[in-house]
């Protein structure tokens, strides 16, 4: 092996040697030339533990090897001339990273602000235990939670939506509870998931297609779709194929491990619950909005959790609710549940829909489908309604902790008496690059459309630049992508591609609220603050992206709990792509040395005068109890 990785490095550093001439015939500093061969062997080496499905090995030094290599596409980063003075405030006598060590076994599945124990200590009233409870300061881990033994990457998509290794989430339950109904299978050594749902066990496509009937999925009117109570995501699963991103989300609870199949199996998810507080998605975010049997009592509360829904769905978007009470006349014995407790429970359902101004478009068999009004103008009637409480227009897309209240979210202004109040969106993909409403109309303060077209190409930039790094960003092998500090969307509209989603994250702290554009370009995302943990698994995610992030937090929560939290949802040989000032990245390349990352800096795409250069890292692969694939 150590043979192996000998030749390669010569093999590059005699490529790199061969480029000692730049085009413009100026010649390369040995020191240049030695940081262009160790960061191209960078790849081979960290390639030659890649592990995959059973492990077989899906290296990134095949990978480029067969995509030819090139070494001169990494530029290198020089400290010599401009960067001197930074570099050399790191006292050598304290350059050794602190040692992060790994967390005991049986914090495998750690979910730090969805602790199961710490939940319980919490009211049951309005799922308020389910919801995120954060440990106090004192009771965070400071260790790197382990993957299971056994653990593999991923199986690349398609064949990820219909199988799991059985060993990245060992948990059987729901094949015994969900048996009937097609949810999900265990086959030796790899899960099965059928397609199947408690509403539709003979799959989520034929389902979809009695949607499509009445909800117009096919020509690019509705992408992005919110699904509550998602169990294992299928629905969202089999979305995909039609081009319709969902964003779905169910609590940790009996079920156990449903967000984290969904996640493992390539589809967007989160830990979420409808209960006290406000869903942490902007107002007008999501085209059609989706119940299956979720259980979710939309009545109660004199209706706020419908009014929630209503708040982040587009004008003229749709809501489904499929199952109970739906057809209650013919179920109510199926069921086991009294006539006279479902009946009241739809009517309270329509009752509150029709508050909502919602118009009912179809209800056939235990499925009902409803259409949000487009304006205030189709809905003229709500003005009079004296049960109808409207909530302040100006805190639509405060949310973070907010509580949920039973009011109306007013609509916005439109421009005429049949438009959509906030704007037309054009259908995707055009949607992706059209200039979105809220900017268009100077919602989102200091941004312009001419500043909008400039950061969209700027990002086509960045991205080709991290494709020239790491060829494998195109190939599938990542799959499951966030975005810690999304800005406008950029990165992610660069890098749409059917073979991957971005999960574009809005710090509560940035200075702009931005992700209302990012919905409104056909994206997904969620507001966060990274000084808390995330609401997912571990091992979530392949690859992570960081602009500014630092910057952003610095003086705000400890460096360290960030990149801890980085690391616990990060996959084994997952890679993070860090982009800030120089003096941010030297800080945190010391503290993730003592992580178990391999790590190298790069200079930005336009030369090392630019103070803004890329860190770029890739977790080593360890299991609990077993070794790592340091290259060290």
Known sequence: MISTLCVRFSLCDWRAMALKTNADGRTRSSVQIFIVAGLCCFFYILGAWQRSGFGKGDS??????????????????????HHAGEAGKIDESESKPKVFKPCHPRYTDYTPCQDQKRAMTFPRDDMNYRERHCPPEEEKLHCLIPAPKGYVTPFPWPKSRDYVPYANAPYKSLTVEKAVQNWIQYEGKVFRFPGGGTQFPQGADKYIDQLASVIPIKNGTVRTALDTGCGVASW?????????????????????????????????????????????????AFDMAHCSRCLIPWGVNDGKYLMEVDRVLRPGGYWVLSGPPINWRNNYKSWQRPREELEEEQRKIEEVAKLLCWEKKSEKGETAIWQKRVNTDSCGDRKDDSHATFCKSDEADAVWYEKMEACITPYPDSNNADGAAGGELEPFPKRLYAVPPRIASGSVPGVSVEAYEEDNNKWKKHVNAYRRINKLIDSGRYRNIMDMNAGLGGFAAALESPKLWVMNVVPTIAEKNTLGVIYERGLIGIYHDWCEGFSTYPRTYDLIHAHGLF?????????????????????????????????VLIKVKKIVGGMRWDTKMVDHEDGPLVPEKVLIAVKQYWVAGGNSTSSQ
């Open 551 to 583: 910057s952003l937090y610095d003086g705000k929560c400890d460096w360290e709990d960030i990149l801890i939290e980085m690391d616990r949802i990060l996959r084994p040989e997952g890679a993070v792509v860090f982009r800030d000032e120089v003096d």
């Open 236 to 284: 969202g699963a089999y979305l995909l194929s039609r081009n319709v991103l969902a964003m779905s989300f169910a609590p940790r609870d009996s079920h156990e491990a449903q967000v984290q199949f969904a996640l493992e199996r390539g589809v967007p998810a989160v830990i979420g619950v409808l209960g006290t507080i406000k869903l942490p998605y902007p107002s007008r």
């Open 60 to 81: 990134i030094a095949l990978e480029i090897t067969k995509n030819g290599a090139d070494c001169n596409i990494i530029p290198s980063l020089s400290f010599e001339s």
